[in-house]
């Protein structure tokens, strides 16, 4: 086909390809059936003829056109390409010699279309997503449009687009838009795009979540001596190190430069705390060498909890969390910091008031609500209890806190040992008000823990006991854990508290184990039932062979006391099958059943461990 008629030829195309180019519309239907759209079409002329043919071989996607005996007229650049065909070979021959499409029943397009615009030729018929078998190469799916020309040779015009193709296009776009192009962590604009939804969701039960500032200590020192280069790689090296630290839930992003920030998804400040002390453990660890210059590198970590509020800004969690990293770096660096929440026209003494009488109020009048949360058996071992760890919640602005949220608030005012009592209160009353059982004999232990002011409590045996006399509750039903620091911290308050409770009868747990191998010259003279296993080793077991290798020694050290294991923080089944293939005996976390309300499992007399 000659240059001028190929420019007569676009100029009849024209009208017909672009309304179709320009509107990138969505195909709506898979369906192998064609849609009726228009009956007119668009009248446009141009007046750059010379640049048809560049214009017509830049379309997304294949035309074709053919006449009415069904014979191919033209056929572009991207057509040739899809069909794997020459123009030469194809211009002349029948249209079902050269195009070969199928519908969702393998049954030959091309001639029903030619079929259909012989009876409908004033119609444009659309294909959702029809199969194209190339001369050469594998099959493909591509979206079909088919028109005849307003010309007197009635043309018919096949215009064609790979679906797959396209789909691809845009992921790669949408990866490019959110994502940084150095570490392939989200980038500002979609963190903060993913932060917004979570900041203004209030939906559900409330949960506490944490935002975390990061900022590389001795980037610029790198980056300067070493060059760009360098620089470029410690940035990569850092964030696969963040990416392993945080759990699958968790986002992390490059905000730019060495500032690097992570959102922790129904996380307390106390947990975020373990989670980043461990990054800077992974980071002191790391030796970043470049040209034979070895360098060690460390990190200044800001926190800020929140609780979900429309109330709440974006742009003032970015600033309380960037004033804690400023200040863990002021601090000396190499550290974690903890924003603490407070509105500065209140004074300190204000707000202690404050939190104190609304614990005051909610131990009076019964405000707290008590949680439970399962622990599954892990080898199928026919226990004959079920597990559930007790949880507090407080009702605060038709909210319900966390306890990282009032806890810290409790234990600066010296009320924490009161708080235990009234939960340890609640239970037994519960527990002797709802016989928990179910058809197979199972019974159910509830695990309570222990604050360093309980243990430090020199009555709080005597307290327990009364309690337990008073509702005629037995004591094996009932385990109560101490936390590996408080324990070592006052060991020989801890070692008399659970000797009597163990002569009590009752079960007792070390919480946290792990954290501080010191603890292995105590724990043997205590009389302990379960070691759980603290959480920071657990949520990076599947991708840290040094948490397994932990965590498998925990367990040992346990099968040699005769104790059973607990893993906390077990939040996806690859943890959970590890878990049972070390051999763990128990496991906790959300994977395994998040908390709910006690009166549930009262109602329900008992509750399913999922």
């Given amino acids: 086909m000659s240059m001028w008629k190929k420019i007569q030829h676009f100029r009849d195309l024209y009208p017909v390809v672009l309304p179709w180019v320009k509107s990138s519309r969505k195909v709506t239907s898979d369906e192998n059936k064609p849609k009726s759209l228009s ?61 070969d499409l199928e519908d969702s029943q393998g049954n030959a397009l091309a001639p029903k279309i030619m079929e259909l615009h012989r009876s409908h030729p004033q119609h444009l018929l659309q294909f959702g997503r029809v199969k194209l078998n190339p001369h050469e190469g594998d099959s493909c799916f591509v979206e079909l449009h088919t028109s005849f020309l307003q010309d ?51 939906a559900g039960e409330l949960r506490t979540h944490v935002l975390v500032s990061i900022d590389l200590d001795r980037f610029k020192t790198v980056n300067d001596s070493c060059g760009h280069q360098a620089g470029d790689e410690l940035l990569k090296q850092a964030s696969h190190i963040f990416q392993k630290a945080v759990r699958q ?96 026209s209140y004074h300190v003494e204000q707000r202690r008031t404050d939190w104190g009488k609304l614990l005051d109020l909610a131990m009076e009048n019964d405000r707290f609500i008590l949680f439970v949360q399962p622990i599954v058996d892990l080898q199928a071992t026919n226990d004959t209890y079920q597990h559930y760890e007790v949880l507090l919640r407080l009702p605060f602005r038709k909210h319900l806190l966390s306890p990282g949220s009032f806890l810290p608030a409790a234990d600066r005012l010296d009320m924490m040992g009161r708080i235990d009592r009234w939960i340890i209160r609640r239970v037994l009353m519960t527990a002797a008000e709802n016989k928990f059982h179910d058809p197979q004999g199972i019974r159910t232990r509830f695990m309570i823990n222990l604050s360093s002011q309980a243990v430090q409590d020199p009555d709080l045996f005597g307290f327990i006991e009364v309690q337990m006399k008073e509702f005629g509750t037995d004591p094996v039903l009932f385990c109560f854990e101490v ?89 996806d089944s690859e943890t959970m099958s590890q878990l049972r293939t070390i051999g763990v005996d128990y496991a906790q976390g959300f994977h395994c059943g998040k908390p709910f309300p006690f009166l549930r499992l009262c109602e329900s007399g008992i509750a399913d461990s999922r």
């Fill in 39 to 99: 009956s007119g079409l668009f009248q446009v002329k141009t007046n750059t003829p010379d640049s048809a043919e560049w214009i017509l071989e830049a379309l997304a996607g294949g035309v074709l056109t053919v006449n009415k005996q069904g014979k191919v007229l033209y056929i572009n650049h991207s057509a040739q390409q899809m069909i794997g065909s020459t123009a030469k070979k194809a211009v002349g021959k029948p249209v079902g010699e050269i195009l």
């Fill in 152 to 202: 007197k040779d009635k043309t018919l015009v096949f215009i064609f687009r790979d679906v797959q193709t396209d789909r691809r296009v845009i992921n790669e776009l949408y990866q490019q838009a959110s994502h940084d192009a150095l570490t392939g962590l989200m980038n500002r604009r979609s963190f903060e795009e993913y932060l917004e939804q979570a900041v203004n969701n209030e």
């Fill in 249 to 344: 839930s968790d986002k992390v992003a490059r905000l730019g430069g060495d500032e690097f920030a992570i959102f922790l998804e129904g996380c307390e400040v106390e947990k975020a705390r373990r989670i980043m002390d461990g990054v800077l453990v992974e980071l002191k660890n790391h030796q970043f060498s470049w040209e034979e210059r070895v360098f060690s590198i460390s990190a200044s970590i800001g926190l800020v909890e929140f609780l979900p509020s429309s109330a709440l800004s974006v742009k003032t969690l970015f600033s309380d969390a960037d004033k804690a990293c400023y200040t863990a770096k002021a601090l000396g660096r190499g550290q974690t910091f903890a924003h603490i929440n407070a509105d500065d």
């Fill in 483 to 571: 936390s590996e620091s408080v324990a070592i911290a006052n060991f020989m308050q801890t070692k008399r508290l659970m000797m009597a409770l163990d002569a009590l009868g009752c079960h007792l747990a070390l919480d946290n184990f792990g954290s501080g191998f010191s603890s292995l010259n105590y724990v043997r003279e205590l009389p302990l039932a379960y070691l759980k296993i603290d959480g920071n080793f657990v949520h990076n077991l599947v991708t840290n062979a040094v948490d397994a290798a932990m965590i498998k020694a925990v367990h040992e050290v346990g099968q040699v006391m005769q104790l059973k294991t607990i893993a906390e923080l077990v939040e």
